[in-house]
């Protein structure tokens, strides 16, 4: 089974600040299958980046995904507000058919 | 816009059958295939199944093999979760989501689903 840990745990930012979050496999993993959402509260997942780093349609330019192998980035640029939530990175193949990462909570300092 | 309405969940006792459905608009549903995931309280998101669109392939996580069954009736544009023998750990809110295989692009606001004596 391929785990991913994401790290840090937890982000404690303010508007306007940079964001980075880690997403590590524990096998690689085919950047086409790397995936991240974000959670508000009280909401569904909503799919930011597939294949590793690109977008989909509606999110914004601040998003940026980047990464290979074991080894892969959520950046977040300039915070803002609408953006406090918690990001999971997911990726496909093996057994289950897909798995998620435990979740970094990006909280307002 | 792609609109998908979970149902079905509750509280059950242990060892009891629950069925939930999810009722897909704004796309063409038979062209998609169709995630189960669930997001357990205090934990991340745990995918739990996926069907084929035409319904011929089923994936499941092992934890619920044998207990769990997804189906679709692409005429009612539903999808469906059959689940058996249930366990305190099956406790979660769990969200249908439109694939393709790879992803979980469009997500339900999900059916809570608690099980408890």
């Known amino acids: 089974d391929i785990v991913l840990t994401q790290s840090p745990g937890t982000l404690s930012l303010s508007p306007g600040d940079g964001a980075t979050l880690s997403c590590r496999a524990s096998?690689?993993?085919?950047?086409?299958?790397l995936a991240w959402y974000q959670q508000k509260p009280g909401q569904a997942p909503r799919l930011l980046i597939y294949?590793?780093?690109n977008r989909t349609t509606g999110t914004s330019d601040r998003f940026s995904g980047s990464g290979s192998g074991t080894d892969f980035t959520l950046t977040i640029n300039r915070l803002e507000p609408e953006d406090f939530a918690v990001y999971y990175c997911q990726q496909f193949g093996g057994s289950p058919l897909l798995t998620f990462g435990g979740g970094t909570r990006v909280e307002m300092k | 816009q792609v609109h998908l309405r979970e149902s079905g969940g509750g509280v059950v006792q242990p060892g009891r059958s629950l069925t939930l459905s999810c009722v897909a608009s704004?796309?063409?549903?038979?062209?998609?295939?169709m995630h189960w995931v669930r997001h357990v309280p205090g934990k991340g998101l745990e995918w739990v199944a996926f069907?084929?669109?035409?319904?011929?392939?089923?994936y499941y996580t092992d934890s619920v093999k044998g207990r769990f069954t997804v189906s679709r009736d692409n005429s009612r544009n539903t999808l469906y979760l059959e689940m058996n023998s249930l366990r305190p750990e099956d406790t979660a809110l769990y969200y249908c989501?439109?694939?393709?295989?790879?992803?979980?692009?469009?997500w339900g606001q999900g059916t809570p689903v608690a099980v408890s004596s």
């Open positions: 989501g439109q694939g393709p295989f790879v992803v979980v692009h469009h």
């Open positions: 069907i084929s669109y035409q319904g011929s392939y089923k």
């Open positions: 096998q690689r993993v085919n950047s086409t299958y």
């Open positions: 704004g796309l063409s549903f038979s062209n998609f295939g």
């Open positions: 294949a590793a780093s």
